[in-house]
Every structure is written in structure tokens, then in C-alpha cells.
């Protein structure tokens, strides 16, 4: 039970930790003022997602990093669509700024990631390892 | 996939709640299973067959089972 509800607490934790993270950059360009918008986002995002994480649902046990086997292969699924949808959109951010002559770096950088994230994915989870053929 | 696992579990007037929690697994993934939208992992799909005093072959039944 206890494991349960710590795994429920880690996605509004991570909301927390990015969302201070969005407020201390909008510190550092744009001052505190502005900065407390950032941080609110995150902790209203953070109780959204503890909400979400009880629910008795798919989604809900996503949220509450408490899936089965079915589950996590919809959501392998789906993080595998958002990650050709994001070298999509990638590809297509670098050809319009190489057409507008603006930087290039941002996109290049997201494209870089990606490709080793997933040379780094076969190797981790064992695509290199060729069984010997047996008769 | 076909299965049994539905017909199993009404005859022994077992909910999906409480076969999913006895397997460890989620409500939607027994409502799946049963549905034949979902073909359990060899672990879950023996632990269903061990649940029901069955054998996998018993419970579950590939229909479009290819030749080798």
C-alpha cells in the first residue's frame, strides 16, 4: 500500500520538480514576478496528475506509475508515437529554419538526441546480442 | 485470441475486479483479456490457467494459429 501511494506521488513530483525548474529559468530572464505563473502551473499540474494517478482507468494508472503488462504497452506505444511524431516535427522545425536562414542548432540538437537515444535503446535492451544459429 | 477465461469466471462467480487483483493485474486488462482484444504474456496467461485449475491450451485458443 505504501509502495503504491509513493509510485502515485512520483509523476506530481516530477510535474513539481520541472515546474520549479520553468519558474527558476523564468526567473533568471524575466524576474520573480513572472516567475510565480510558471511555478503555480506546476503544482496545479501536480495535484491534477495525483488526482488523475487514483483513478481506475488506463490513463490513471499511468499517471500513478501502477501498470500491468497490457498497459505498459500502450504506453510504450504511445511514448513510441509521441517520439516519431517529435523526429517529425524535428525534421520539419530544421528544414524551415534552414530555409529561413535562422538557427539551425535547436533542431539538430532534438535529432542528434533522438538517434542516439535509439542506437542506445537497441543496445541497452539487447538488439546487439545475435544469438548463434544451432542446427 | 480466443479464451475461456470469461466463461471460467462467470461459472464460478468470480468479478473482473477480483480476478484481476488475484492475477495482479488491472480490471481493463481482464475486460481486454476477455474481450480477445488483448492476448495475455506467457507468464499472466499461465497464471490464469494455474487460477482456474486449467492449462494454458485449455484456456486459450489461437484461431488464427499458423501452419509451421
Keep these: ?135 | 485470441m480466443q479464451n475461456r477465461v470469461r466463461e471460467e469466471r462467470t461459472q464460478r462467480g468470480i468479478s473482473q475486479a477480483e480476478i484481476a487483483a488475484a492475477l495482479g493485474v488491472s480490471r481493463q486488462t481482464v475486460i481486454s483479456i476477455e474481450s480477445g482484444r488483448y492476448s495475455p504474456s506467457l507468464p499472466l496467461a499461465f497464471r490464469i490457467a494455474r487460477f482456474f485449475d486449467s492449462t494454458v491450451d485449455k484456456m486459450f485458443d489461437p484461431e488464427d494459429e499458423v501452419d509451421p
Design chain 1, 1 to 135: 500500500m505504501n509502495s503504491a501511494k509513493h509510485s502515485r506521488l512520483r509523476a506530481p513530483a516530477i510535474m513539481i520538480i520541472a515546474g520549479t525548474g520553468l519558474a527558476a529559468a523564468v526567473v533568471v530572464g524575466q524576474g520573480w514576478k513572472a516567475a510565480v505563473p510558471a511555478e503555480a502551473l506546476g503544482v496545479v499540474a501536480a495535484i491534477g496528475y495525483y488526482l488523475w494517478g487514483g483513478r481506475d482507468s488506463d490513463f490513471g494508472a499511468m499517471i500513478g506509475s501502477r501498470v500491468d503488462e497490457r498497459q505498459s504497452l500502450l504506453r510504450m506505444r504511445a511514448q513510441s508515437l509521441g517520439g516519431l511524431a517529435g523526429t517529425i516535427a524535428a525534421l520539419i522545425g530544421y528544414m524551415v529554419a534552414v530555409a529561413l536562414k535562422d538557427p539551425v542548432w535547436p533542431f539538430v540538437l532534438i535529432l542528434g538526441v533522438q538517434v542516439i537515444a535509439f542506437i542506445a535503446g537497441l543496445a541497452i535492451y539487447g538488439a546487439h546480442r545475435d544469438a548463434p544459429r544451432t542446427e
